[in-house]
């Protein structure tokens, strides 16, 4: 963020009242250090913590051996990482981080072996995680330890669902979910839940987009195998389909609410777009989800939707049925196309401007 821009937000939140001289300084200081600043913070958290384990929380697990032994040394790594949250300081923070992943997966391992619970099913530590993620996601902390315990508790519960229809239909409703959150940021982002929907917003974001990998045919036919779930219901791709081009559907008829009668114009090639486009759903909820999330101005999903749906692209490139010719002009018409939408989209917003 920039920071002349980042002045000029602080100072018209200041006229609002939504911020005091405080809190102005507060997030002045906070978006002052670098990236590169807080990636060897968070390397030398992680070591330290490393090195913090092996002098204290070794001889405790080898003292107190067993299952039981281990559980403890899980809790004292997460009550230790609660006491770091409430530090101040970016050290502080990546080191409460460190503990609190290591702890959790400490405590999820004694318990499986505690309780003699068979290692072979993913089922019981995936609960175990998920329930463990979900407690931790409350506790005051960052906004990252947050986002990864949302993940790991969207998921976990994409494991305990299982390959199948399930499956299907919990990634489109967390699609949409995470959808209608971008559009509706503006109601929200300034309001007390704040810091605990935006976390959860990323992880349901990219969950979604993880998800849809199950949406394309040649990939869902191998994972179901390697999974044991059985044949594919002949329906489900079409179950995908259906649901990620409705998705991006909903998505454009929303931007283009206001723009009257062009707005049908405008739909016409987003809808021969889902239809061309129809084998690669995770494609559609990638342009869905990256278009949402422009709309609602996060940088980030911006730019990691589109990554996505380049990938899916890819996999459905290498995935149709056809010679390096027959491909080559596809990928040539595709461009112009691309490069036609292109052009009206430019002739639309000058009009507007």
Same mark, same amino acid.
């Given at each position: 963020?920039?920071?002349? *821009?980042?002045? =000029?937000?602080?100072?018209?939140?200041?006229?609002?009242?939504?911020?005091?001289? &405080?809190?102005?300084?507060?997030?002045?200081?906070?978006?002052?250090?670098?990236?590169?600043?807080?990636?060897?913070?968070?390397?030398?958290?992680? %070591?330290?913590?490393l090195?913090?384990?092996?002098?204290?929380?070794? !001889?405790?697990?080898?003292?107190?051996?067993?299952?039981?032994?281990?559980?403890?040394?899980?809790? /004292?790594?997460?009550?230790?990482?609660? *006491?770091?949250?409430?530090?101040s300081?970016?050290f502080?923070?990546?080191? &409460?981080?460190?503990?609190?992943?290591?702890?959790?997966?400490?405590?999820?391992?004694?318990?499986?072996?505690?309780?003699?619970?068979?290692?072979?099913?993913?089922?019981?530590?995936?609960?175990?995680?998920?329930?463990?993620?979900?407690?931790?996601?409350?506790?005051?902390?960052?906004?990252?330890?947050?986002?990864? #315990?949302?993940?790991?508790?969207?998921?976990?519960?994409?494991? %305990?669902?299982?390959?199948?229809?399930?499956?299907?239909?919990?990634? /489109?409703?967390?699609? +949409?979910?995470a959808?209608?959150?971008?559009?509706?940021?503006?109601?929200?982002?300034?309001?007390?839940?704040?810091?605990?929907?935006?976390?959860? %917003?990323?992880?349901?974001?990219?969950?979604?987009?993880? /998800?849809?990998?199950?949406?394309?045919?040649?990939?869902?036919?191998?994972?179901?195998?390697?999974?044991?779930?059985?044949?594919?219901?002949?329906?489900? !791709?079409?179950?995908?389909?259906?649901?990620?081009?409705?998705?991006?559907?909903?998505?454009?008829?929303?931007?283009?609410? =206001?723009?009257?009668?062009?707005?049908?114009?405008?739909?016409v !090639?987003?809808?021969?777009l #889902?239809?061309? %486009? =129809?084998?690669?759903?995770? /494609?559609?909820?990638?342009?869905a989800?990256?278009?949402?999330?422009?709309?609602?101005? +996060?940088?980030?999903?911006?730019?990691?939707?589109?990554?996505?749906?380049?990938?899916?692209?890819?996999?459905?490139?290498?995935?149709?049925?056809?010679?390096?010719?027959?491909?080559?002009?596809?990928?040539?018409?595709?461009g112009?196309?691309?490069?036609?939408?292109?052009?009206?989209?430019?002739?639309?917003?000058?009009?507007?401007?």
């Amino acid at each position: 963020m920039k920071q002349a *821009w980042l002045d =000029n937000l602080l100072k018209a939140m200041g006229r609002e009242r939504l911020i005091d001289s &405080a809190q102005h300084q507060g997030l002045l200081e906070l978006e002052g250090s670098p990236w590169w600043l807080s990636l060897l913070l968070g390397a030398a958290a992680w %070591l330290s913590a490393l090195m913090i384990g092996g002098a204290f929380f070794m !001889p405790v697990m080898l003292l107190a051996d067993g299952p039981w032994g281990q559980m403890l040394v899980g809790v /004292l790594m997460l009550g230790a990482s609660v *006491w770091l949250f409430r530090q101040s300081g970016l050290f502080s923070a990546q080191l &409460a981080l460190a503990f609190s992943l290591s702890g959790q997966l400490i405590v999820v391992i004694a318990l499986v072996q505690g309780l003699d619970l068979p290692t072979y099913r993913l089922s019981y530590p995936a609960l175990i995680s998920a329930l463990l993620a979900a407690a931790l996601f409350w506790m005051p902390a960052t906004a990252l330890h947050r986002m990864l #315990c949302a993940l790991l508790v969207l998921g976990n519960t994409a494991v %305990l669902i299982g390959a199948g229809p399930a499956l299907a239909l919990y990634g /489109l409703l967390l699609a +949409s979910a995470a959808v209608v959150g971008w559009l509706a940021r503006a109601h929200w982002a300034l309001a007390g839940l704040a810091q605990w929907l935006r976390p959860l %917003l990323n992880a349901a974001t990219l969950v979604a987009l993880v /998800l849809m990998l199950f949406g394309h045919q040649s990939v869902m036919e191998m994972l179901w195998q390697r999974l044991g779930a059985g044949t594919v219901h002949h329906w489900l !791709p079409l179950f995908y389909r259906l649901g990620a081009g409705l998705l991006l559907l909903g998505v454009g008829l929303w931007l283009l609410r =206001n723009s009257g009668r062009q707005r049908l114009l405008l739909l016409v !090639p987003l809808l021969l777009l #889902c239809l061309l %486009l =129809n084998q690669a759903p995770g /494609l559609l909820v990638s342009a869905a989800l990256g278009l949402a999330a422009w709309q609602a101005g +996060s940088r980030l999903w911006s730019v990691v939707a589109p990554v996505f749906a380049l990938g899916y692209l890819g996999e459905l490139y290498y995935s149709l049925h056809l010679s390096l010719l027959d491909k080559s002009l596809v990928l040539v018409l595709s461009g112009m196309g691309l490069l036609v939408l292109r052009w009206l989209a430019l002739r639309w917003i000058g009009r507007l401007s």
